[in-house]
């Protein structure tokens, strides 16, 4: 059966989730409403027929809606509705082997690659990967940040969209990131902790490695922007209208000495050099699979691949479903 919801069935739906979810719901039960994401398979179809990839890699660092020719397809591909393989060929049979589809391509593979990261090292993706390249802080994040009340309109605005869509976009995310671990210097965790409450498409892997990516723990430098690029990719929507001093206004080698004056301290490395790689063999049990429960087969889903094309449901048709929910599901929840 297909519902066909209103507005008004969607927020009353939210209220009776926010009901049903008391204790994990975060917010006062009055403010529940809709996401601006319908869920599901046909609406997901419909976003990915209706994406462009034309123009994607000239336009895919422009924070304005109507300028970035992003997809705003992560949360259906982070939970599933949408598989990897089939955004890429769907984009390769209406485009071909084009530069923009590569470019595209590109992104996605970054999401594979973290997600490899991840099944290999595990729950040590929470932790330095590497030694930082500079002095890190570790400071909690403060209310201004966590609320969007930083005085700063670009950072405001960003975590606004944070908070009210569950969407950020990828140039923002980074912007809002560098802010938060280089010049708060708030421990990175705690960043990733509180994108990963907000995000609709919160993927442990993507945006734990992210976070290590900005801060320098995964990365052969700490990422760092200045107001020029706020403005390149933003027109003046930020700036004009801006009258906080800007923490941002200065040349990269000048903000470099501000930023990072102090020197690595002793004793930050990171993990990698305490940490031996695990085996495949000692994956967790993350995949999607098949077992024989008394003569009947079972196909057990992850929550990562709740999708009608993961291969164990495509090739088991008829069999039973179990659905696993895991720690990670859970973290942040409260
Ligand atoms: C600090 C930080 C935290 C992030 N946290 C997450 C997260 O929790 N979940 C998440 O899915 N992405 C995360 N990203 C990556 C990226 O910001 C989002 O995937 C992207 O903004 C999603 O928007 P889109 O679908 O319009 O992307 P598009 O540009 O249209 O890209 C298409 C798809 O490719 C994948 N993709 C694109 N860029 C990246 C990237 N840099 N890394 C990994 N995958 C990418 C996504 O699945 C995305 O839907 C994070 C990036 C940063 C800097």
Not at 43 to 57: C, I, K, N, T
Not at 93 to 108: I, P
Not at 135 to 154: K, S
Request: proline share 4%; with cysteine.
């Amino acid at each position: 059966m297909v519902l066909n919801l209103g507005e008004s069935d969607r927020i009353r739906q939210a209220e009776e989730l926010a009901w049903q979810l008391e204790g994990l719901y975060l917010e006062p039960r009055q403010s529940a409403r809709a996401a601006p994401y319908l869920g599901g398979r046909r609406e997901a179809l419909s976003r990915l027929e209706a994406f462009d990839v034309r123009g994607y890699a000239s336009t895919r660092n422009d924070v304005r809606e109507e300028r970035s020719g992003v997809s705003r397809l992560s949360p259906y591909i982070r939970h599933g509705v949408l598989g990897l393989r089939e955004v890429a060929e769907a984009v390769r049979e209406r485009y071909g082997d084009h530069h923009d589809s590569r470019k595209f391509w590109a992104e996605l593979g970054w999401r594979q690659f973290w997600k490899l990261v991840h099944r290999a090292w595990g729950d040590a993706i929470y932790e330095p990967m590497e030694e930082a390249k500079v002095a890190l802080g570790e400071r909690p994040l403060p209310a201004e940040l966590r609320e969007g009340r930083t005085g700063l309109v670009c950072m405001d605005a960003a975590i606004r969209d944070l908070l009210e869509t569950g969407y950020m976009h990828n140039h923002a995310r980074m912007w809002v990131a560098s802010y938060v671990v280089h010049t708060c210097k708030v421990d990175w965790r705690e960043g990733e902790r509180w994108f990963y409450q907000h995000l609709l498409d919160g993927d442990p892997a993507s945006n734990a490695l992210s976070w290590q990516w900005i801060a320098s723990t995964f990365s052969h430098k700490p990422y760092i922007f200045n107001r020029e690029n706020v403005r390149k990719y933003s027109g003046d929507t930020f700036c004009a209208s801006c009258s906080a001093s800007c923490p941002f206004d200065a040349d990269y080698p000048e903000l470099e000495a501000r930023l990072f004056a102090r020197p690595v301290p002793l004793g930050q490395a990171g993990r990698v050099a305490g940490l031996e790689q695990k085996g495949w063999q000692d994956l967790p049990l993350a995949q999607s699979g098949r077992s024989k429960a008394g003569g009947k087969t079972l196909v057990w889903l992850h929550g990562d691949s709740l999708s009608i094309l993961d291969p164990a449901l495509q090739a088991y048709p008829e069999a039973d479903r179990v659905l696993f929910l895991t720690r990670n599901c859970y973290r942040n929840a409260s």
